[in-house]
Structures are given as C-alpha cells and as structure tokens.
C-alpha cells in the first residue's frame, strides 16, 4: 500500500504562492502569458493566477501538454507534445509554469519550443524543484521550494494517475 506523508500543508503552500505573485508582478511587466504544463501543473496555476489577480496581474492562460513518466517514478526520459497552444505567442512576454523542475527535460523541451515561436521573453516558475536529480541544465527564474531526491504527490502532481486531488503535497511510500 502506497502512503503519501504531508510535506507541505495547504497553509504553507497558499503562503508560499502569494510570496511568488508578488515576486513574479515585480520582475514581470504586463501584457503576460501564463503558460501552464498539463497535467501536473493544473492546480497549482489555478492559485497562482488568482494570486496574481491579487497581487494587481491580469495574465492571459494557455496550457501545453507534454507526454509524462507513464506509471512509474523514474522518468522515461522521452518527451513529446500532446497538446499545443491555440494562441500566437510570437513577440509576447510567457511565464512558463510547472509542478516540478526534476531531470529538466520537460522544462527544456517547453523553452525550446516556445523559443521556436519566438516568444518576446521567456520566464520560468516551477513549484518544486528537485537539483539534485538534473540531467539538463536548465533554471526556473522562480520556485516554490527546493527539495531532496522525494517522490512527491498531490496539489496536481500524480504517481500513476493517483492523488492530484489531494490539496496538499506529500512524499509518496511504500
Ligand atoms: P523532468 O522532465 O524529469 O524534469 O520531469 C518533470 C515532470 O515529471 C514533472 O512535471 C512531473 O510531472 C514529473 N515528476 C517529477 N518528479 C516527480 C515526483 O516527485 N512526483 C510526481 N511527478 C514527478
Ligand atoms: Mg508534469
């Protein structure tokens, strides 16, 4: 039986997103585009935009969705492109948005994308990032919090389908 252990409680991540909107409406001039990694990324852009509505923002939200680990914890290491933006982002200013910052790859292959469509400026948030696991160097310009080498689940992020619904993240065990 897996069991998820509370690492981050719903209080303590509500507190943690509205410190990020402040920080990204200080370093981000508006018109911007949110544009969130489906499906990990769903919740936690939910709050953030509304933390940013808060913090004085009014970002258009677009989703891309990248292929994921499958079932397992460890990534395959492949990732393709399930489904694309609708808009022209040619000239704007995109705020990429994931749940976690872990072998970089996904991250990588949104910015190379994105940077083919030659966005105006590029930034990246992540909720979570994981340093220690990187293959591909590659930076979020804002994070939530740094973690060890964990699996995690809840508040969007799944292990094999399981758990995004919970409302505060935990480390997944056997
Ligand atoms: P990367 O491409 O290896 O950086 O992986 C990023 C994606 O893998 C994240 O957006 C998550 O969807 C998934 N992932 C990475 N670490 C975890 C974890 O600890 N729990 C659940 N999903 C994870
Ligand atoms: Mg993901």
Same mark, same amino acid.
Not at 87 to 90: C, E, F, I, L, N
Not at 128 to 136: A, L
């Given at each position: 039986m897996t069991k998820v252990t509370p690492l981050f409680d719903e209080a303590r991540i509500a507190a943690r997103v509205k410190s990020l909107a402040d920080e990204i409406t200080a370093a981000i001039s508006e018109p911007f585009v949110m544009v969130g990694l489906l499906k990990g990324s769903f919740v936690f852009v939910a709050d953030l935009a509304r933390a940013l509505d808060r913090a004085g923002a009014a970002p258009q939200i677009e989703f891309l969705r990248l292929s994921s680990? +499958?079932? +397992?914890? $460890? /990534? /395959? +290491?492949d990732v393709h492109l399930l489904g694309d933006i609708p808009? *022209? !982002?040619?000239g704007r200013r995109v705020l990429l948005v994931d749940d976690i910052v872990d072998t970089g790859r996904s991250i990588a292959y949104a910015q190379a994308l994105l940077r083919q469509r030659d966005v105006g400026t590029l930034s990246t948030c992540a909720l979570? *990032?994981?340093? /220690? @696991? @990187? $293959? !591909?160097a590659v930076t979020a310009d804002f994070v939530g919090f740094t973690i060890d080498d964990l699996f995690i689940a809840g508040y969007g992020i799944d292990y094999a389908e399981r758990y @995004?619904?919970?409302p505060y993240i935990g480390v997944v065990t056997d």
């Open positions: 680990y +499958g079932l +397992g914890t $460890e /990534s /395959s +290491g808009t *022209d !982002v040619a979570i *990032d994981k340093p /220690s @696991r @990187r $293959e !591909v @995004r619904h919970l």
